[in-house]
C-alpha cells in the first residue's frame, strides 16, 4: 500500500497509507477514510494530541474495508457526455473495413479489455458483412461483445482486490 508523508495543523507529521486524508479546519481536526463510504475519525481535541490515536483507528478501519469490500477499480462506469453513441462504456462500433482482395465491407464491435496491471487490449466482435448484416445479427453481436466486457472487468476486479489484499498483509506483521 501506498504511503505519504502527511504534516497536520501543529507540526506533527505522519505516515498516511492511501484512502486516508487530512481534515484541518477551523471547526474540524480529523482524519477521513475514503474507502467504500466515507468516514471521518476526529482528534477530539483542539492542539492535534488526538490525531495520532484517530489515524490508528481510520487504518484499523481501512483493513476490515479492505477485507470486506472490492477495492475501488477506476474503470469507467458510464458513458461519457461525449460519447456519439449510446453503446456501453467499452464498446465501440460498429466498425466498418473492407479487407485486401474483398470488395464488401465487413462490420465488428470493438471492445476494450481492462487487464490490471498491464495496458488493455481490444478485441473484435464480428457482426457480418454489408450483405448479410441484420438487426438480428447485430443484437447478438453486441450482446456477446457486453459479454466479453464484463467478464474482464469482473476479472480485473478481482486481481485488483486481490492485489490491494496483499498489499496490506506486510504493514500488519510488522
Known sequence: MKYREVAIFSGH????????????????????????????????????????????????????????????????QGNSSSKN????????????????????????????????????TNANVYIGTENTMTDGRYEESLAKAVDIRKKAERAFQAAATKAKRAAIRPKENK
Open 13 to 76: 507529521r505522519f505516515q498516511v497509507p492511501e484512502h486516508i486524508q487530512r481534515l484541518d479546519s477551523k471547526n474540524t481536526r480529523a482524519w477521513q477514510l475514503r474507502y467504500g463510504k466515507w468516514k471521518t475519525f476526529s482528534d477530539h481535541t483542539t492542539d492535534g494530541s488526538g490525531a495520532e490515536g484517530a489515524l490508528a483507528a481510520a487504518i484499523e478501519e481501512l483493513h476490515k474495508r479492505i477485507d470486506r469490500l472490492p477495492a475501488p477499480t477506476g474503470l469507467k
Open 85 to 120: 453513441n449510446d453503446l456501453p462504456v467499452g464498446i465501440s462500433g460498429p466498425i466498418s473495413r473492407t479487407r485486401k482482395g474483398r470488395r464488401v465491407a465487413e462490420y465488428n464491435f470493438g471492445v476494450t479489455i481492462p487487464r490490471f496491471g498491464d495496458k488493455p
